[in-house]
């Protein structure tokens, strides 16, 4: 099986191409490198003794996708491309529903054009905003609240449209919770471009020595201790959530929104004391006010990935640090 990777090149991506190289899958990537280096995919190759074919191109480039599609014979592609920070996307909305939604429609018009139509895409917990309750299930209504989690509902309800005009697509949107950790050899890991926007990249770097204190994003939700409950899940198990869901396609269930979480929520406290045990030291933070748009607790039901992917996560707290520590403390500037 031949697999296409969009955005392969980038934090979920690369460690999805290691699990499909090593489960026998050949692999190429399409990546403009806007957000990630290539020395992730060298690294790939270095962890699997197998090299994924690289094109460095931007999705909407219609006429090399188009060439690829006709001359590679993918079987299924697997749909990461795209911008996700929340904040960037309330500032730059267009640039947001360009790059995702335009990007999609570029690559399922060129999927089409070929008779392929087995994808996999990276949706997210945030289609779902703010629950009215937890676990959240899939058929929770969705409500996003920012440009990008907007973007990622437009682009399920295209795939949907999708769906209803050919019924021979096969489309798992696979909304993940909240990724974290790294591959256990240290070798890739998230190497986000300047401030983290995300939690666990900025704990990493406080306790590595390159910011010096952590800010808490409030302290007087409704939860254990007051800080906001995630459900994190290790990027190795969000990866191999992937080769799951392709061999669902080929039964051809249609299209199927998945959860991919632990069902486990742990708060941020939680997270930075766990941190502190993995790495040996200390994570000093301020309580500061509320992020805006920021919920108290989101975490997934994963009973129907279990049910019909065979697939739950496996590792747990202690893994995820462990291994954003070794990626971290080996690579204190990332890809650099
Ligand atoms: P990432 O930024 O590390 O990877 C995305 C990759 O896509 C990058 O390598 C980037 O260079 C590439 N890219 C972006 N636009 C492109 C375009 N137009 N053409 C070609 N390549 C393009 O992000 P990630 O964390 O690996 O996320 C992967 C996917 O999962 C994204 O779609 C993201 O929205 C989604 N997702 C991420 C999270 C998370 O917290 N990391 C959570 C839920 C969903
Ligand atoms: C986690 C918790 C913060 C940073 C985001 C996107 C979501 C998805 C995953 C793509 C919250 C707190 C954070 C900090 C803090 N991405 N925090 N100090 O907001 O759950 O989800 O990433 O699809 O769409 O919204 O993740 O890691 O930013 O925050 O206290 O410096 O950590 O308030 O409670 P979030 P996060």
């Known amino acids: 099986m031949h697999i296409l990777v969009t955005g392969g090149a980038g934090y979920i991506g690369s460690h999805t191409c290691v699990e499909l190289l090593a489960a026998g899958y050949q ?7 806007s957000n990630s280096k290539q020395a992730a995919l060298r690294r790939v190759s270095e962890i699997t003794g197998r090299e994924p074919d690289f094109v460095r191109a931007d999705l909407r ?26 904040g ?5 909305p267009l ?34 905003g703010d629950p009215a309750s937890v676990p959240i299930r899939e058929d929770f209504p969705t409500c996003p609240t920012n440009p990008y989690g907007r973007s990622k509902l437009f682009i399920e309800e295209i795939l949907h449209d999708l769906y209803r005009s050919d019924d021979t697509w096969n489309i798992a949107l696979l909304r993940y919770f909240n990724p974290v950790g790294a591959h256990r050899s240290g070798r ?14 900025f704990i990493a770097q406080v306790a590595v020595g390159k910011r010096s204190r952590l800010r808490v994003f409030g302290d007087d939700y409704d939860t ?18 992937h080769l799951k869901a ?29 941190f502190e045990r993995a790495s040996g030291r200390s994570v000093p933070f301020d309580i500061v006010g509320r992020r805006p748009g920021d919920i108290a607790i989101c975490y997934a039901d994963p009973g129907l990935a279990s049910a019909e992917l065979d697939w739950t996560a496996d590792l747990g707290i202690e893994e995820m640090v462990r291994d954003t520590w070794r990626w971290q403390s080996q690579n204190p ?3 650099e």
């Open 88 to 92: 960037e996307s309330v500032q730059i």
């Open 188 to 201: 890739i890991g998230e190497d986000p471009n300047g401030v983290p926007n995300n939690l666990m990249p």
């Open 224 to 241: 254990s201790d007051g800080t906001g409950v995630r459900d994190y899940i290790h990027v190795t198990d969000l990866a191999k959530g």
């Open 95 to 128: 640039e947001y529903y360009e790059n995702n939604v335009g990007g999609t429609l570029a690559l399922c018009k060129a999927m089409a054009k070929v008779g392929i139509r087995k994808l996999v895409f990276s949706s997210s917990a945030t289609v779902y």
């Open 246 to 274: 392709l061999e669902r396609l080929s039964a051809n269930p249609g299209i199927v929104p998945y959860n991919l979480g632990t069902g486990r929520g742990y708060s941020v406290l939680e997270m930075v004391r766990a």
């Open 27 to 33: 692999v190429t990537v399409i990546d403009n490198l």
């Open 333 to 335: 500037d990332g890809y």
């Open 61 to 86: 480039d219609r006429m090399t996708l188009d060439a690829l599609f006709r001359d590679r014979g993918f079987d299924a592609v697997v749909h990461f491309a795209g911008r996700k920070a929340v």
